[in-house]
């Protein structure tokens, strides 16, 4: 199970046409009770949001954090 905040990468296709692609790095912001997560993908430059997904658990990977993100 994933946590509120954790850093995950998108390992699965199908999310192009809400902007999502495999290989995207984003963080979880809602854990929903039937095992889905919503996840924010935003651009590392400017933190603009490029896709805000519902997925399984199946289509996400934990990411390691980045030196300095400041976040657990």
Same mark, same amino acid.
């Given at each position: ?50 896709? @805000? ?10 990411? @390691? ?8």
């Amino acid at each position: 199970m994933l946590r509120i905040y954790s850093r995950v990468m998108l390992t699965s296709n199908g999310h192009e046409d809400e902007g999502g692609h495999k290989g995207m790095m984003g963080y979880v912001i809602e854990v929903y009770g039937n095992g889905n997560y919503e996840v924010e993908f935003s651009d590392p430059a400017t933190g603009v949001t490029r896709a @805000q997904l519902v997925l399984s658990e199946s289509e996400l990977a934990l990411a @390691q954090e980045r030196a300095g993100d400041g976040r657990a």
